[in-house]
């Protein structure tokens, strides 16, 4: 089973910045794909950015030169820095893992339980 634990969420003013980090843990062969989506009231899952376990990634345009994504592969974390925060970017933010458990295994999304981010104007 592997869990992914979310930390960092909150409020903050319109400008400010705030750091997202995640950790996988449990049973874990190695983590690919690391990536973080949101999803505001009414609208649908959205892709914010993701990093590849080479340390190349891809960002939303909303958020590009605003956000950077980084990872620790040692630890099995990853982090979304985020300035210059909009009232647009409060939505809850999840955490998305892809993971071989075994060698031979699939591989597998696993997801965090959302961590909410509010930006006030």
């Known amino acids: 089973q592997v869990q992914l634990v979310e930390s960092g969420g909150g409020l903050v003013q319109a400008g400010g910045s705030l750091r997202l980090s995640c950790a996988a843990s449990?049973?874990?062969?190695?983590?690919?794909?690391m990536g973080w989506y949101r999803q505001a009231p009414g609208k649908q899952r959205e892709l914010v950015a993701v990093?590849?376990?080479?340390?190349?990634?891809n960002y939303a345009d909303s958020v590009k030169d605003r956000f950077t994504i980084s990872r620790d592969n040692a630890k099995n974390t990853v982090y979304l820095q985020m300035n210059s925060l909009k009232p647009e970017d409060t939505a809850v933010y999840y955490c998305?893992?892809?993971?071989?458990?075994?060698?031979?295994?699939?591989?597998?999304?696993?997801w965090g339980q959302g961590t909410q981010v509010t930006v006030s104007s």
């Open positions: 998305n893992a892809n993971v071989r458990v075994t060698p031979i295994s699939i591989r597998y999304d696993y």
């Open positions: 990093i590849f376990s080479g340390g190349s990634a």
């Open positions: 449990g049973s874990i062969f190695r983590v690919n794909a």
